[in-house]
């Protein structure tokens, strides 16, 4: 599984139903294994994903032109997770609008590529500093 | 309690807010690098490598 876009976030993008998400949208960041997660295109909210490994973490400082740089690109800065507990390797993560509600976060990004074992301390993802930064539309 | 501002998002705290938090967690914050601030004391070498040992840094992409 390579990364990729919700298909049926696109489609609110189209809709226009997601508003600003760089603006007071609260996007929060899971943290997830591939063994207990399977990208599925008919998963269209966070009730779909695993239970949380850590607190997901709220983005912040969040721009759609990858910084200034990348017009088209979301950008936000990097995303720590606190005392990630112990275990085996975590190697993806999903980008979602959350209303504070799982049954009507809607699902945006998902992202692998990377792993790494949580040795039980603190875990901060980079994002990408250029294109497609978190997501390119 | 001290105010920071935050640099990473951590946890429910947003990147670019300004939060108020126990001295001991925002001095942990400023001195990991998540946040802005001042510390409320000093902190040794010992015990800045104490809390700087335990990070780990995922880069997604170049």
């Not at chain 1, 294994?33 to 983005?59: C, E, G, K, N, W």
């Not at chain 2, 108020?20 to 942990?28: M, Q």
């Amino acid at each position: 599984m390579a990364s990729a876009h919700y298909n049926l976030a696109l489609q609110e993008f189209w809709k226009g139903t997601l508003g600003d998400i760089t603006g007071a949208t609260t996007i929060k960041v899971r943290l997830m294994r591939s063994s207990a997660y399977t990208f599925a295109q008919a998963h269209q909210f966070a009730s779909s994903l695993p239970a949380a490994i850590a607190t997901d973490v709220t983005l912040g400082t969040k721009t759609a032109n990858g910084a200034g740089a990348d017009p088209g690109c979301f950008d936000a800065a990097d995303a720590t997770f606190t005392a990630v507990p112990s275990g085996a390797a975590i190697d993806c993560l999903a980008v979602f609008k959350d209303t504070g509600t799982p049954a009507t976060s809607n699902l945006l990004f998902y992202i692998d590529g990377f792993t790494v074992t949580p040795n039980g301390g603190d875990i901060t993802i980079q994002w990408q500093n250029s294109t497609p930064w978190i997501a390119k539309l | 309690m001290s105010t920071v501002t935050m640099i990473n998002s951590v946890g429910e705290n947003a990147a670019g807010s300004e939060i108020e938090l126990p001295d001991e967690i925002a001095d942990l914050f400023i001195l990991r690098g998540y946040a802005d601030g001042t510390l409320s004391r000093d902190y040794d070498p010992n015990e800045r490598a104490e809390i700087l040992g335990e990070q780990q840094v995922v880069g997604l992409g170049g």
